[in-house]
């Protein structure tokens, strides 16, 4: 999963950056606590935007490519905050949305993100990052094999006195 974690490119094209923030986004609380704790020196940031709960629609596509519906309200918490520690060598703003009310997870994720953006932040939260991206790789790795164990295949077996 080395690839989920590369240098910030610049521009609205940053796909390293979309992949840290989907890893951080579907993180449990308890996972990034345990990997904020984990930091060598975790920063100190200030607010720019405190979590705050709000409500977005979600919208499905029948068959995945059918007419566009509303299929509900769901939870999302976010939020934004800049590095205040000037030892990190950048000034860096992180941003989160994460589904939900946990306030704690959209800062965890918003405090990652902003120090992923960061030249002597990088490196320790690109190691907490990759391990949290394996951690779900093999767990999405396990459910696999468990739902494959269980997979039925059907087959039909053509008589011999049936015309075709």
Known sequence: MSEIITEPEQGPGNEARRRWMAVLAR??????????????????????RRPEVGLVMVRGRAGGTGQAFNLGEM??????????????????????????????????????????????????????????????????????????ATRVEFFTMVRGENPR
Do not use: I, M
């Open 75 to 148: 939870a999302v918490t976010r939020c934004a905050l800049r590095l205040a520690d000037a030892a990190f060598g950048a000034v860096a703003t992180g941003h989160a949305y994460v589904k939900g009310r946990d306030r704690r997870h959209a800062e965890l994720a918003a405090a990652f993100d902003a120090l992923l953006q960061t030249p002597d932040g990088r490196g320790p939260a690109q190691e907490a990052v990759r391990r949290l991206a394996d951690r779900r790789a093999a767990e999405r790795e396990q459910r696999s094999r468990k739902a494959n």
């Open 27 to 48: 993180a449990s609380r308890a996972e990034l606590e345990a990997e904020w704790s984990d930091l060598p020196r975790p920063p100190s940031y200030e607010w720019l």
